[in-house]
């Protein structure tokens, strides 16, 4: 069990203001593990202040030089390395991600996003000089955009949120980040990583809290910009407020993409990749391509692969190292999960493999690798985020069958195309449209930018194209 009984607010461990808490309870037991206080909105409003202070402190971290505040983000980094098997734990019995998983990104993610920005920020310098072209000169300044409310899902909750921690805090912000609630142990050790790095007092603030109080963050005078990681829904409130408010908002949110199989493709070769490429993390993941688009010429070989790939993998509790498919984060988004499944059969398609809860598992939120055959793309289940382990096999004509199928989708997040020559794969990639896309696998690199088109939301994260959101722009003329 673990019990924390305090909010990390202006770096300090203080007394809540408010009396709520969240209890926090294992998708693979059912059990209760921990408890945390629920931030109120007072408690945000005493964030947002501290904030607000360290960034406007005159000889604070927003003027500090960014080689400065690289070593303290080495710090910090260094300090999460030595906490990586206490986070992936408090990943994996939260969230029921397979430790295999949380240890592959959860500990991995952080520590890099943080190096990275920091040399980055360290490397490049604030300001460039520019000839004007009515005579003098111009200098160009990138300053911190201020004080950002970053609000985070419970799927990746360290990687998503590093995503915005490490370009904030290396550009100079400072921040008010948001847990969500089903994920809020990983964040106190974050915190106690943070604290022992030396961030000055308010450069980072937690408040674990649900989405009224994420509303509040979002409205909050203090706030210079928000980042959001989450459900379109919620995007699409949060970019109302903002937009009333004008105030800067990134928003990476849902997605429904496609997995491109072109005539040529070994998929039973390259079956690991493919598993990252579409069933990470027990399907609860943006990115996955969820939508594997299947020649016709080999329509029924593809469906047996996949179909015997998903009944092989290994069903469990997420705290086994072995586990390769975990349980869904709570009831509620398992029972979601099936009732989408429900939808695929009342609308025709056909279930090869899964379709329930696998045998033998009385406790734990668990859905079984479901793969539907046979599926229109308008189909609800080939339209709608699942946000679960069930794939869709869509069969394609050709090639512009295949693209035209992708693109029909209000989402443009990742995809991937599979097939043994990587140089046309690129070819029918660069006519998808989304924000990202594999060849022969999807990875996620921190040097390339990463976001959506259509309702997969709005800016970039990652690769230097990440820090933009963070900063702004300064035109300082100098007369001839
Ligand atoms: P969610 O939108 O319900 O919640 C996400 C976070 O936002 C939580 O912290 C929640 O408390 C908060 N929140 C919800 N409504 C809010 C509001 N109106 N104002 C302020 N805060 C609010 O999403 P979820 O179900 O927790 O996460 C899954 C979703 O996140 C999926 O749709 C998934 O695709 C998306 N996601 C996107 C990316 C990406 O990078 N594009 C990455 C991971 C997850």
Redesign the pocket.
Known sequence: MSDYRHLYIGGEWVTPRGASTITLVSPSTEEVIGSVPEASEADVDRAVDAARAAFDDPTGWSRWSPADRAAVLERFAAGLETRAEAISKAVSSQNGMPLQISQAFETVFPPLLLRYYGKLVSERGAEERRDAMFGGTTVVRREPIGVVGA??????PQA?AF?KIAPALASGCTMVL?????TVLDSYVMAEAAAEAGLPPGVMNIVP???EV??H??AHPGVDKIA????????R??AETCGRLLRPVTL????KSAAIVLPDCDLAGSLESFFGATLLNNG????VGTRILAPRSRYDEIVETITAFASSLNVGDALDPTTQIGPMVSAR?RDRVESYIDKGKAEGARITTGGGRPAGRERGFFVSPTVFADVDNRYTIAQE?I?GPVLSVIPYTDEDDAVRIANDSEYG?GGSVWSADPEHATDVARRVRTGSIGINSYVNDPVSP???VKA??LGR?MGPEGLAGYETLKSIYQAP
Do not use: D, H, M, Y
């Open positions: 609000i985070v899902p419970w799927n990746f998503l995503l948001k847990p969500a609630p089903e809290a649900g989405r994420g509303a963050l979002v959001f990681t989450g459900s379109t829904a919620a995007g409130a949060i990476e949110l849902g997605g609860q993941t943006c990115f988004q985020e946000f997040l990463f976001g959506g997969s939301g994260e």
